[in-house]
């Protein structure tokens, strides 16, 4: 049986490895998954289109960006998500890095018109 630690080590060891013998699509920031890899440890708000018109978003901390997934930190569980990113529409990135943070010029307007996304 595995221990904590080893178990451990191999979560660490998830992340892909860009080398020069890697996709296009995850070195050239004009593709989606290289855009993305640029964005990892930020908070951000991803939403997902499913089926024909039904949108749903996860909020959580980019861990990891593979060829055609992403991997979520939940800000409210701590738990991975895993993504397909040809099922995301739009995502919000967070510039200030914490939850629930909001321009104060926002502050009067707050209850009149929430800010994007957070």
Do not use: H, W
Request: aromatic residues 10%.
């Amino acid at each position: 049986m595995a221990s904590v630690e080893e178990n451990k080590d191999k979560r660490e060891d998830r992340n892909v490895t860009i080398n020069q013998n890697s996709p296009e699509i995850l070195t050239n920031p004009i593709y989606t998954p290289a855009f993305l890899r640029e964005q990892i440890g930020k908070l951000m708000r991803v939403e997902f289109l499913i089926g024909t018109n039904n949108l749903t978003d996860r909020i959580g901390i980019l861990e990891d960006v593979g060829a055609s997934y992403i991997l979520l930190r939940s800000i409210e569980s701590d738990n991975l998500v895993y993504c397909d990113i040809y099922a995301i529409k739009f995502i919000t990135i967070s510039t200030s890095g914490f939850y629930g943070t909001m321009n104060p010029m926002m502050n009067n307007r707050f209850y009149q018109q929430p800010p994007m996304g957070f």
